[in-house]
């Protein structure tokens, strides 16, 4: 992997654009209750806490995986706002289509897909870059 894009404004132009390449984010993931019976937001970011106004939100998809990604995640420690960032690898946008059935209900933020292969470690601070397979 190689650092690619920065964690600003022109990354979620970057992503849909990347056309199927494999990358790792640095994902937020926080739980729904303090049981991690669900997911909270869940975000392109290093940080916990709430997200930034202009925050990519992420539905992801973990068809990919041998171990479900809720299953893999579950067990780890949390911080004081009840999440985690890890970097995730796979790639942007869902393994299968499918249509979306929002009909209009306005549910929060619009959520992207990221299909995630696998969990890759825990983020370092100070991290600002995503990164990219070399190929």
Do not use: C
Not at 57 to 86: E, K
């Amino acid at each position: 992997m190689s650092d690619a894009p920065a964690l600003d404004g022109a990354l979620l132009n970057w992503l849909e654009s990347s056309d199927g390449k494999r990358i790792r984010l640095p994902v937020v993931i926080h739980f729904g209750d303090e049981y991690k019976l669900d997911y909270g937001p869940i975000y392109v970011g290093t940080a916990t806490g709430a997200p930034p106004a202009d925050a990519i939100h992420l539905q992801l998809d973990d068809g990919g995986m041998s171990v479900g990604l809720f299953d893999s995640i579950v067990g780890r420690p949390t911080d004081a706002n009840n999440g985690m960032v890890l970097w995730l690898e796979g790639r942007w946008g869902a393994l299968v289509d499918m249509p979306d059935f929002d009909d209009g209900f306005d549910e929060g933020p619009k959520k992207h897909d990221f299909s995630v292969f696998e969990i890759a470690g825990d983020v370092a601070p100070g991290t600002t870059h995503i990164q990219v397979a070399t190929q």
